[in-house]
């Protein structure tokens, strides 16, 4: 029956890479390597035997600078800041480290033309004398000595005169008597009871190393990336001839290029070229000569994949015009390959994380609790041990030399600079191995200021009075005590909240616990709730507040007596006293209206317009919550079945609700045309138990894609949907999800109605935020009302042209909803996902009318909130819902200088409605220390969670601010936490040195990929949506989903084993990928599979079930269920992959030079990429170099 309705009414070491002093330029010359004094109590490292390496003879430095054959010297071990962590112990030896090679140039030189060697070394294109047939150049090896005394280090250069205290900064490079350091001259001794800061490790660039035979000629300067040079062409005649081969390039490969602001030249030191040349700024034309002849490229010269006018403008260096090298341009294309660009889809939109291609794409109550203990040792934390060594390297690395054969081995990149060896800066995945290494015990958390574990760590913790750090990680966990150290340290003071975290299966959940009538324990003043550092008094009948130190009444039903220590009797039986994390069941008094809430409700509204109905969408919606999802409704734990009520709805350019009462035979339909007032014509039977009413609700699923299976109406609506929800809702008076699934963009005339603005030309513009930013407020307003009746909209969306996300996604982003994105559905390639997506989203934690409040100690106070969420005032955060993936950042901020040496607590308390109807408290304590010593500020730094914070800045800022100003003020910040650390904590060092904490040396691998991600890139590649899309998920990301994204795992298929999977990760950079091999890289939002052209066809036969690679299609390429190891192993990795990330993950299946594997190297985050960034290396000179001017 058919009712009409027309018109009714949201660790103390740190890592150091060297360049050479400077004399008359403020840049310098070329990065060298030299070991600085390092203080004691410290690993050693050394590097004995070190042969030199490149070309070009030694060297001689002005000034009596060091050759580059002495050998580097030994790290003595260093002094420790004064805390209270157990020392750890000295790591074995390891042989075999490689020595870095040849002097590179650093950012901003670039050569006038060919340079000219005084004493007759040899020009750039001279061939390599030969060297003997099998015979390598000495390998160095790296060695850590015991710690011998004070007053002698063995190996180390003398280093006579002052020694630079830390908090000053050295003038000048170190003279050495006679000009040069003797091999076996004693180290300078420390002046005693001195205690040196935090030591670092160098990594450092020698000056020009003497030629080796069958070894390509390294001398000249290596210039950054992308650069063009000023002077004359580098090839005989002025210009390549068109067939000529270009070096190490694959055939038509070319590598990105971008632009650095280009310095002032450094003067000209012997034996070094001439850099004379004067710099391209940013933006303006080479002043030399054009590259090609008649200053246009050559016609077969490889295509550009961007279209004219789409590169961004970046701030990195401009690769330089190599002698015997063809100058290059625009991204790399693989031989025989051509890029599609951005518009091969229909509608010209590929999906999110998908590279365009030619095809349309497919488918996507214990009361006893742990007695405390010492804390053990963990890494990250202060009185750490000295600087990891280095992974050992070969010295040629991937290059292959004049005389050798090709290698089956990993791949060099199309351009491979030859400045500092990849293998011996500090990389992500080393850095993860140790920290797994050591941490082989729980992290216990009984004493304040602990730094925990690396977040992608698999570790276990014991809470033992401040909370999991799953739960609350803070940028430091030593406070700074006045806000001046923050200003000159830039380090924020922030934390990272994510109330609901996953916990690991042998970890305590926090318990329920019920203090009855007499309702939560809060001191008086400051409202704060009982913790585990509240200090009771007069016998227990009062406790001091940590957080604003006022005495509170103990209630006479919770009095206990105390023991002789002064603790309570009770101690370890109450949750609240013993443990940083717990529930209280709430009272009236924290519930709306003071009534109990009523079970939440889940309804589902369901696109029946034409593109709906013609991809099969709908009747496939109707058929997996009919036979699958239903049966995954959540439920709190040890409930029999769930309490969730559902209900149903469908839409085109009307509204029709469904009547599922069980008393009912069929379902009945009603619609409402009548958009402009919106209300639900159903008070009773619209929400119904699906054990109660599952016999009225599978025959409405059956119904709903036959009464609708000739629907010709093509527009549709979305605004009257979401607010007919929320009324539903409110009717019914209780919380809960709204579930949307939408196809096309709401151009019906209705309120929220919305018009196509795309402009692919605005992106990457100062323009582009016009579009990233809503267009009106109805749907910022319609989430509003949803985080006010404490429900939220998770939107699923299957577009296949622009869909204006920026202005719907709203609604999901002000209620702490989610937003799916399938572009061009079809269910054969995403039903599959879109099933997974829907039975994750149904199982996770999740909270429901939530409210959050950060509690501080006197002194700081929350001052700033970033995330999903509805704010009313100035300290609380509404949440329509927030689940177990979703995490905040609350930045904070001085009132008042803090006692040093004393702590500070955080307390975050979230009020919120369980699955089960049940009103909650969720309080988690957090303990911080509280310093004056930068020495003590840097080792207790959290870097991931540093980085959780600026990815969230950055993100918010796109909508008000340029996109280039975003990148320049993430390296500018990261600058200057690098040269606070160099000026206050640094031993006396030269000017040429890159000084990395320990704690914060992966610092410049992340910013290097988070300035050239897809949210901040603007590059046309990325669509409007996709964007919009990223920038929604990014800013409630938690922070091991900020890891992933900003380093995404590699791991090698071909390779896996049955009893080691996972596998050892692989760095993200081209070179480490074989011909021969298969690898798989995720980011937690997409993965991808990547096959060489040499793979063996066994290979992908057990694993695809075809005979050929030739077969296989990037998107519609599905891994089969076989019988085989090969399938199996690889199964049961992505599994893990996508357990671990909460997500399905969409896969995409490439094959080594394919015309879209361009696009898939724009996740090897230490390569250049896509978009014409900075590789790793290339970024690391750059920052050097603003540093240096920082400190100019």
């Not at 519930?591 to 589902?604: L, N, T």
């Not at 795992?1049 to 596998?1063: Q, W, Y």
Request: aromatic content about 8%.
């Amino acid at each position: 029956m058919q009712q009409t309705y027309p018109n009714q009414g949201p660790p103390a070491t740190s890592t150091q890479m060297h360049a050479a002093p400077s004399t008359s330029n403020q840049f310098g010359p070329p990065p060298t390597f030299s070991t600085p004094q390092v203080p004691q109590q410290q690993q050693q490292l050394s590097f004995p035997n070190q042969p030199p390496s490149g070309i070009g003879g030694v060297a001689q430095y002005p000034g009596g600078q060091p050759t580059h054959n002495a050998p580097l010297t030994s790290f003595p071990p260093g002094s420790q800041p004064s805390t209270s962590y157990p020392q750890p112990t000295l790591p074995p030896h390891y042989p075999n480290q490689s020595n870095l090679s040849g002097p590179p140039t650093m950012p901003g030189s670039q050569p006038k033309g060919l340079s000219t060697y005084p004493g007759g070394q040899p020009s750039y294109n001279a061939p390599p004398p030969s060297f003997p047939p099998g015979s390598q150049p000495p390998v160095p090896s790296t060695n850590y000595p015991q710690q011998p005394s004070p007053s002698n280090y063995p190996n180390q250069p003398n280093l006579s005169g002052s020694l630079t205290m830390p908090g000053s900064q050295s003038k000048g490079p170190s003279t050495y008597p006679g000009g040069q350091p003797s091999h076996n001259a004693p180290p300078t001794s420390f002046p005693p009871g001195s205690q040196p800061p935090p030591p670092s490790t160098s990594y450092s660039q020698q000056p020009s190393p003497p030629h080796y035979p069958n070894q390509p000629n390294l001398s000249g300067p290596s210039n950054m990336s992308g650069s063009q040079s000023n002077g004359p062409s580098a090839y005989p005649g002025g210009q390549p001839t068109h067939n000529a081969p270009p070096t190490s390039l694959p055939p038509g490969s070319q590598p990105p290029s971008s632009s650095y602001p280009q310095q002032p030249p450094p003067p000209h030191y012997p034996n070094q070229p001439n850099l004379s040349g004067p710099p391209t700024m940013p933006g303006s034309q080479s002043n030399g000569p054009s590259t090609y002849p008649g200053g246009q490229p050559t016609h077969n010269a490889p295509p550009s994949s961007f279209p004219p006018g789409s590169q961004p403008s970046t701030s990195y260096p401009q690769s330089s015009h190599y002698p015997n090298q063809p100058n290059i341009s625009g991204p790399p294309t693989m031989s025989g390959s051509q890029l599609n660009g951005p518009g091969t889809y229909p509608g010209g939109q590929p999906p999110y994380g998908a590279p365009p291609s030619s095809f349309p794409p497919g488918n996507q109550q214990s009361t006893s609790y742990p007695q405390q203990s010492a804390p053990p040792h963990y890494p990250n934390q202060p009185n750490m041990s000295g600087p990891p060594t280095m992974p050992g390297s070969q010295l040629n690395g991937p290059n292959t030399y004049p005389g050798q054969p090709p290698s089956s081995g990993p791949m060099q990149q199309p351009y491979q600079s030859q400045r500092i060896d990849p293998d011996m800066v500090p990389n992500v995945v080393q850095v993860l191995e140790q920290s797994q290494e050591r941490t082989q015990e729980p992290f216990i958390t009984n004493a304040p200021g602990l730094l925990p574990p690396l977040a992608a760590t698999d570790f276990v913790c014991q809470d033992q009075g401040s909370c999991n750090p799953r739960f609350i990680r803070s940028t430091t966990y030593a406070i700074p005590h006045a806000t001046d150290m923050i200003k000159q340290s830039h380090i924020p003071v922030a934390l990272a909240i994510s109330p609901l975290a996953n916990l690991r299966s042998d970890e305590l959940e926090p318990p329920l616990t019920n203090f009855g009538e007499i309702g939560p324990i809060r001191c008086h003043r400051c409202k704060a709730y009982m913790c585990s550092f509240m200090q009771f008094i007069d016998g227990g009948k009062r406790f001091i507040c940590c957080f604003c130190e006022a005495a509170t009444d103990v209630p006479t039903e919770y009095f206990t007596h105390l023991d002789h220590s002064g603790r309570r009797m009770d101690w370890y039986q109450r949750p609240e006293l013993c443990l940083g994390s717990y529930e209280i069941l709430a009272t009236k008094q924290y519930c709306k209206d003071e009534k109990w809430p009523e079970p939440p409700a889940f309804i589902f509204m369901i696109d029946v317009s034409y593109s709906s109905i013609r991809s099969g969408l709908a009747e496939y919606i109707c058929h997996i919550l009919k036979t699958e999802l239903l049966n995954y409704l959540p439920k709190d734990k040890n409930a029999e079945t769930s309490n969730v009520r559902v209900g149903f709805a469908t839409f085109d350019k009307q509204i029709h609700f469904y009547n599922i009462k069980n008393t009912l035979g069929q379902p009945q339909m009603m619609v409402v045309s009548d958009l402009e007032d919106m209300f639900v014509p159903l008070l009773d039977g619209f929400l119904s138990s699906p054990q109660e009413s599952r016999g009225v609700i599978n025959s409405l699923l059956d119904q709903i894609p036959q009464t609708f299976a000739n629907s010709q109406e093509t527009e549709t609506i979305l605004a009257p949907v979401i607010q007919s929800g929320i009324q539903a809702l409110k009717e019914a008076n209780c919380a809960g999800k709204i579930y949307i699934f939408s196809t096309t963009l709401p151009i019906a005339v209705a309120p929220g109605k919305l018009t196509n603005r795309d402009d692919k030309k605005l992106l990457g513009t100062d323009k582009e935020k016009t579009l990233l930013a809503p267009v009106n407020n109805i749907y910022t307003k319609l989430g509003e009302e949803c985080a006010q009746q404490g429900c939220a909209v998770d939107l699923f969306v299957f577009p296949n042209n622009y869909l204006d996300l920026a202005t719907i996604g709203e609604v999901c982003r002000v209620s702490g909803g989610e937003i799916y994105k399938f572009n061009y559905f079809s269910i054969e390639n995403d039903g599959e996902r879109l099933l997974d997506e829907l039975k994750r989203n149904f199982q996770r934690t999740t909270a429901f009318d939530a409210l959050m409040r950060v509690r501080t100690s006197a002194g700081i106070r929350p001052i700033d909130f970033l995330g999903n969420f509805y704010m009313t005032n100035a300290t609380e955060m509404i949440f329509g819902t927030i689940d177990s993936d979703k995490s905040v950042c609350v930045e904070l901020k001085h009132d008042d200088k803090l006692p040093v040496e004393s702590n500070t607590y955080i307390q975050a308390a979230l009020l919120y409605t369980s699955i089960s109807g049940q009103r909650r408290l969720r309080i988690l304590t957090l303990a911080l220390t509280v310093t004056s010593s930068y020495t003590s500020l840097y080792p207790a730094s959290d870097l991931d969670t540093i980085m959780n914070y600026i990815t969230k800045i950055a993100i918010r800022s796109i909508a008000v601010s340029t996109p280039k100003s975003i990148r320049d003020s993430i390296i500018t910040q990261a600058a200057n936490m690098l040269a606070c650390y160099r000026k206050n904590c640094a031993q006396s060092t030269t000017a040429g040195q890159l000084i990395l904490p320990e704690t914060l040396k992966l610092l410049p691998v992340y910013v290097a990929s988070l300035i050239k991600c897809d949210a901040l890139t603007g590059t046309q590649t990325v669509t409007t949506d996709d964007r919009s899309l990223l920038m929604h998920r990014l800013m409630c990301m938690g922070i091991k989903g900020t890891f992933a994204y900003l380093y995404p795992r590699v791991f090698a298929l071909h390779s896996l084993e049955e009893d080691n999977i996972p596998p050892p990760m692989i760095r993200c950079s081209y070179d480490r990928f074989a011909e021969s091999g298969a690898y798989v890289i995720e980011n937690g939002l997409v993965m991808y599979i990547w096959l060489g052209s040499q793979i063996n066809p066994t290979f992908v036969q057990s694993l695809f079930g075809i005979q050929s690679s030739s077969h296989i299609q990037a998107e519609k390429c599905r891994i089969v269920d076989l019988d085989n190891p090969i399938s199996k192993n690889v199964r049961t990795l992505l599994n893990i992959i996508r357990n671990e990330r909460n997500s399905y993950m969409k896969l995409f299946v490439i094959q080594q030079r394919d015309s879209i594997e361009p696009f898939f190297k724009n996740y090897l985050i230490e390569d250049k990429g896509f978009t014409n960034g900075a590789s790793y290396v290339d970024f690391l000179y750059h920052l050097h170099r603003e540093i240096r001017n920082i400190l100019q």
